[in-house]
């Protein structure tokens, strides 16, 4: 551990252990969060999709402009405040009830959210060596998803039928987050002063065509991905005897990606174009939730959900190795900012679309099905577009893709098992 790192290691086991927190109370909520809201607060599914939306909207605002704030004041200091935030906005959903006040807790806390996980990654980034990064990032993908995985457990064992106390539990853990970071981190950008960058340096992002289209084409796939923890709790909440045990569903698909990720890439992922890999998960995800209709049973939303996670392993990592191909180097965190607003727009009309069609019984589930295969399309003839033809040479895609997608924070360690355990191919 020592030699990954620039300096003092304290401040990375502090970075983990924050990743591994933050995880574990953001999926204490995930999984019940639809059904929360139609049981509890009485919202319909239309205004539960929305509702979904607006936190998605402003985690990506959240996003953007911590990125400024970190530069200004300080990454520990966005880093715990944004912790704090996100703390305040869950214990809202505990006490508001009325529609109007649950959208602006929704409004509070996906901006703590959006503020809190970008100024980690670069924090991680700002103290470990260049050559180290992916190393560092890996074990991030790790803790993540153990922090997931053991959400999941504890929501099954622990917290099941009792609502209130899961929301009370996440938002105590995201403000000793916020405390632990303000105490143990060191002040600053991690060592290295703070990088000056101006709205001046946004205008390369909207110069850059083959960024934006892609970026634009992203929206669709963010649209689908978001229905899984809107569809998925939902479904569960109308054929289970107790639905919140759908929060195992979490658990064994971060299993999956920490035991299979490596496979998915080496094998598939490495041999293809980049869209072709997205454009197949995109495919396979339509599929997994078209499958909810047929959702009877515990096992069968496991097995949908391990679906679902083989389409995902798919895209992660691909998604970042497109942008970091098509970014300018020197600009490479604005870029992934400005992804990361195509993201939330995806996923906020994706909620709000998805929460109008679950009124219905089984139109959305041949919608999912139907649209992920138009997503296919639409990657296909991206493949064709000479700007991503030329670009992108599949043995290529191993060396450059990131371990973890820095667009999201979703946690898919692409290669972890190799960085610790093998020494790196000399290259020619």
């Not at 890996?138 to 609502?163: D, E, H, P, Q």
């Not at 060592?191 to 960024?211: H, L, M, S």
């Amino acid at each position: 551990m020592q030699a990954l790192i620039k300096g003092n290691n304290r401040s990375l086991y502090v970075l983990l252990f924050i990743v591994f927190a933050v995880h574990i109370g953001s999926y204490l909520i995930l999984p019940i969060m639809p059904i929360y809201l139609k049981n509890e607060t009485g919202l319909s599914v239309g205004q539960i999709g929305f509702t979904l939306g607006v936190t998605s909207v402003f985690m990506q605002a959240g996003s953007v402009s911590g990125g400024f704030l970190a530069d200004r004041l300080g990454r520990r200091f966005i880093i715990g405040l944004g912790a704090v935030v996100r703390a305040a906005g869950l214990l809202g959903f505990v006490f508001f009830k009325q529609y109007e006040l649950i959208l602006m807790t929704a409004a509070v806390s996906g901006l703590g959210l959006g503020l809190n996980a970008p100024s980690t990654k670069a924090f991680i980034s700002s103290i470990v060596a260049k050559e180290n990064q992916s190393r560092a990032f890996s074990m991030r993908g790790i803790a993540a998803n153990i922090g997931m995985a053991l959400a999941g457990l504890i929501v099954f064992f622990f917290l099941t039928g009792k609502s209130a106390l899961i929301f009370i539990t996440a938002a105590v853990i995201f403000a000793a987050t916020g405390i632990i970071s303000w105490i143990l981190l060191p002040s600053g950008c991690g060592g290295d002063p703070c990088p000056d960058i101006t709205v001046k340096d946004y205008r390369e992002v909207f110069r850059n065509k083959p960024f934006l289209v892609f970026a634009a084409a992203t929206v669709l796939l963010w649209a689908l991905y978001a229905q899984f923890a809107l569809a998925l709790p939902l479904r569960a909440e109308k054929v289970l005897h107790d639905p919140k045990s759908i929060s195992i569903v979490w658990t064994v698909n971060s299993l999956t990606v920490i035991l299979a990720q490596t496979f998915v890439t080496s094998r598939f992922i490495t041999k293809v174009h980049p869209m072709t890999a997205m454009g197949l998960g995109a495919g396979v995800i339509g599929i997994a939730l078209g499958a909810l209709y047929y959702a009877s049973a515990f096992p069968y939303f496991i097995l949908i959900g391990m679906l679902f996670v083989f389409g995902e392993m798919m895209i992660m990592p691909t998604l970042d190795t497109v942008i970091s191909q098509l970014a300018a180097a020197r600009l490479l965190g604005i870029f992934f900012g400005m992804a990361s607003v195509f993201n939330g727009i995806g996923e906020a009309g994706g909620n709000t679309i998805g929460g109008q069609l679950l009124v219905y019984p089984s139109l959305p589930y041949a919608v999912y099905a139907v649209f992920g295969f138009v997503i296919l399309a639409v990657m296909l003839m991206l493949k064709r577009w000479s700007p991503m033809r030329s670009l992108f040479q599949p043995e290529n895609t191993e060396t450059s893709s990131p371990k973890t997608s820095t667009v999201t924070g979703h946690a898919n360690p692409t290669g972890w098992l190799q960085s610790l355990f093998k020494k790196p191919r000399a290259t020619k």
